[in-house]
């Protein structure tokens, strides 16, 4: 299993330029989720998703826009860039949505600047 | 809001020695925590989880040590190594979303 994979590695925006960060996992996992990390912070939840068709906002969703068509895929969607979401963008996946002994695996992540 | 928080951001240690990372959650209501650790470029790497009905657990060089009286989380890590340096996070479950709360993380530094 290629586990969670997350593209592109590295990207650069104009401000007001649009993108979709793409993410899949191979797990047949149902939960899937974005976070953001900024320098020197911890992890924050920008959507989730419970399954196919369902997404919930999270703690920063501002700015951001997701969907969930497959179980595989999780695209993250940044309509109008701003210098504020620079930041590396992180998509996991677990089965049964974080309950006891249901492990979170994260992708390699997503390193965003915004000029 | 709830949260959880670290009580220190770097702790630099001489391999060999013995690590003891902290953590304070806010959230009395979490029943599950667990310990990521990342390295440079890389996203977080499940180490040890816990559950609130516990208050110790161990695995290989690890230690998770829960103290629910003061919300309180550690993470012990026996004969520090210098593959161990990274930064490590604490995180909370939250039922409602079905998702995690992280911690600001402490970064280790390993002394040769």
């Known amino acids: 299993n290629a586990g969670v994979t997350q593209t592109p590695k590295f990207r650069i925006l104009k401000i007001g330029q649009s993108m979709t960060l793409q993410c899949t996992q191979d797990m047949n996992h149902n939960y899937m989720y974005w976070y953001r990390q900024d320098p020197g912070m911890g992890l924050k939840l920008i959507y989730y998703?419970?399954?196919?068709?369902?997404?919930d906002k999270g703690e920063v969703p501002n700015g951001y826009n997701v969907s969930r068509s497959t179980t595989e895929d999780f695209p993250l969607r940044l309509e109008l860039a701003a210098p504020s979401q620079t930041s590396v963008y992180f998509c996991?996946?677990?089965?049964?949505?974080?309950?006891?002994?249901?492990?979170?695996?994260f992708g390699p992540g997503t390193r965003l600047t915004v000029l | 809001g709830e949260s959880v928080g670290l009580h220190l951001p770097t702790l630099s240690v001489q391999e060999g020695d013995n690590s003891i990372i902290n953590c304070a959650y806010s959230n009395s209501a979490s029943d599950y925590f667990i310990w990521y650790k990342q390295e440079s470029g890389k996203g977080p790497q499940f180490i040890i989880d816990?559950?609130?009905?516990?208050d110790k657990r161990q695995g290989q060089r690890v230690t998770v040590l829960l103290n629910k009286t003061v919300k309180h989380l550690s993470l012990q890590i026996a004969a520090t190594q210098p593959g161990d340096s990274a930064v490590y996070f604490c995180?909370?479950?939250?039922?409602?979303?079905?998702?995690?709360?992280f911690g600001s993380g402490t970064r280790l530094q390993v002394q040769p």
């Open positions: 998703s419970v399954g196919a068709g369902i997404t």
């Open positions: 996991a996946s677990s089965y049964g949505g974080g309950l006891a002994g249901d492990e979170q695996f």
């Open positions: 995180a909370e479950n939250d039922t409602g979303r079905r998702a995690l709360t």
């Open positions: 816990i559950r609130s009905n516990m």
